[in-house]
Nanobody, 117 residues
């Protein structure tokens, strides 16, 4: 099992920046992918960014050029968000996927990010 815990977020003004972090514990050695999703009320959870060893990171079109995903020893995952807009408001979830799994296996509890003036 893997446990994921997000921190960071909060309220940021339009055009501002914020970093959310995710700490992974447990059997992390079996993870091949880590990523970020977000969800706003009334909408389905949507992909934001993901990364895997030795491959380019992937981003949703809506965040390309503004968000950057990074990791530290594959136990800490970060999402730096810049030039934020009102549409970036939502609950941001960290996710991890085991090697060979077609689906994301583990999710964090989420952290709220609100873009507001």
């Amino acid at each position: 099992q893997v446990q994921l815990a997000e921190t960071g977020g909060g309220t940021v003004q339009p055009g501002g920046s914020v970093v959310v972090s995710c700490s992974a514990s447990g059997q992390t050695q079996y993870n091949c992918f880590m990523g970020w999703y977000r969800q706003t009320p009334g909408k389905e959870r949507e992909f934001v960014a993901s990364m895997e060893p030795d491959r380019p990171s992937k981003y949703a079109n809506s965040v390309k050029g503004r968000f950057t995903i990074s990791q530290d020893s594959w136990k800490n995952l970060f999402l730096r968000m810049t030039s934020m807009t009102l549409e970036d408001t939502g609950v941001y979830y960290c996710a991890a996927r085991r090697c060979g799994s077609p689906d994301w296996n583990y999710w964090g509890q989420g952290t709220q990010v609100t873009v507001s003036s």
